[in-house]
């Protein structure tokens, strides 16, 4: 058994998730409110050398003991650069917090995109149709007649002189529980339950890009390149030996 050979195809497994988490990350670089995927590696041992009962130093668990890359995914909950955009149903949470909304079957998630538009029955929902939540936990609904809307800085939105109601911006004691779904929304831990942010900072007209920085992602696929080539020339030269190894032997 080789050991290398082992290790190297490991580690190009991981490299080829460390890839798509790249892809995605270039691919939503310009997503409104997108939250980088981050990757960490750790090594874990397999096969680790244990004395056996006759009390020399023996092995249990059978193989060799080897070393590999163990990947380990994450987000990054930075906030990123916020880009006026004169529309008056745009909104830019400044500091902590996201947006409350209800998704089609009923359920809630949460994003930091307040990409605004109206529906046809005057509802007020995101890019992807869902109905943005108020703090009552009810829809926010436009008056027929029209007017100007604007919104205050702690999330109180008004159609000319009258409120509609307040945007809810809820938090979460621990983000990295959230689950990352299409779109840029997140959904809570089955045990994890949001909190309101008391005093809400809001900008109207603006919208918070993605944080991530395509700059740093495409340098990161060149070391992805190269690491993954390193890998496959350590696999390569492993099978040339052991051919020549069996060649040898006969």
């Known amino acids: 058994m080789s050991i290398g050979l082992y290790q190297s195809a490991s580690a190009l497994s991981a490299l080829e998730r460390w890839q798509d988490v790249v892809s995605q990350n270039i691919t939503s670089s310009q997503t ?3 939250r980088k995927r981050t990757v960490s590696f750790s090594t874990q041992m397999s096969g ?6 006759s009390g020399r130093a023996g ?22 650069e916020t880009q006026p955009t004169r529309r008056d149903l745009d909104v830019a949470i400044q500091g902590e917090g996201f947006f409350e909304v209800q998704m089609q079957d009923g359920s809630k998630a949460y994003t930091r995109s307040g990409e605004f538009r109206m529906r046809s029955d005057r509802t007020l929902v995101s890019t992807g149709g869902q109905e ?6 009810n829809p926010i609904l436009f008056l027929p007649g029209g007017g100007d809307v604007s919104v205050n800085r702690d999330g109180t939105i008004f159609q000319g002189t009258t409120a509609l109601g307040k945007i809810a911006v809820q938090k979460f004691s621990d983000p990295a529980t959230l689950k990352p779904i299409a779109g ?6 089955d045990n994890e339950a949001p909190e309101p942010v008391m005093e809400p900072e809001l900008l109207q007209g603006y919208l918070e890009g993605s944080n991530v920085s395509s700059l740093r992602e495409m340098v990161d696929m060149v070391i992805i390149s190269r690491a993954y080539e390193a890998n496959q020339k350590i696999i390569s030269t492993v099978e040339q030996t052991m ?3 069996i060649d040898a032997l006969g």
């Open 32 to 34: 409104t409110g997108y």
């Open 48 to 53: 680790e050398l244990l004395p056996n009962p």
């Open 59 to 80: 092995q249990q668990g059978g193989g060799m003991p080897m070393i590999f890359p163990k990947f380990n995914s994450g987000i990054n909950f930075m906030t990123g």
């Open 132 to 137: 943005v939540l108020s703090t009552a936990g």
């Open 184 to 189: 840029g929304y997140f959904l809570p831990a």
């Open 243 to 245: 051919q020549k190894t």
